[in-house]
């Protein structure tokens, strides 16, 4: 199973997404305090949740998360858009950790990676002409996007883990998600 992860999120191919959602949306997120559930919910309707690691104190305090498509099914190209504000000037060298697990399996995939690299961007509010990374204290967008490779996933229960620090080791975000997967137009009773 360990290689089915090392496949499945090595082909994590980052693509850039459109900028017209943030200028729709800039105005209605800027300067807003973040939502915290005590379950951990992220408004947005993304099955990605905070994790228990996560506490006010993050970097990047998030507002709302969104998935397109949602749900998502196995050979789905995704994107994924967090809206919320950064506390405070983000230092070079961050990292992004995922952890990727099957099932009840207690084997996992693990990797990290520059957290720079691991969006397609980061859109900020009077940075035109700016490298978007690292970000500024202040509202932002950040996309990202993949593919949920056919050929490496099989239908199942997947838990995923997204841990995002700074070079000092100071939490940017931690977020995680527990997704079942399968191949559109299936459907298994009881999901």
């Keep these: 199973m360990l290689s089915l992860f090392s496949s499945f999120t090595l082909a994590l191919s980052w693509i850039s997404a459109t900028q017209g959602t943030f200028r729709m949306r800039q105005h209605r997120y800027a300067g807003t305090t973040s939502f915290r559930s005590p379950h951990g919910e992220i408004p947005g309707g993304s099955p990605l949740k905070f994790c228990n690691e996560s506490r006010s104190t993050d970097l990047y305090s998030i507002d709302q998360i969104e998935l397109y498509p949602n749900p998502l099914y196995i050979d789905d190209v995704f994107e994924v858009h967090f809206y919320g504000n950064f506390l405070k000037n983000i230092t070079e060298k961050a990292t992004w950790t995922f952890l990727a ?14 957290f720079c690299e691991s969006l397609d961007s980061i859109d900020q509010p009077g940075r035109h002409g700016q490298p978007d990374c690292p970000p500024e204290k202040g509202f932002a967008l950040l996309k990202m996007s993949a593919w949920v490779m056919p050929m490496f996933i099989v239908p199942g229960d997947y838990y995923f883990k997204f841990d995002a620090m700074t070079k000092e080791n100071e939490r940017i975000y931690c977020l995680d998600a527990e997704i079942y997967l399968d191949h559109r137009g299936r459907r298994i009773s009881g999901r």
Excluded: K
């Design 101 to 114: 697990r099957y099932g009840n399996s207690t084997e996992h995939e693990t990797g990290t990676m520059d």
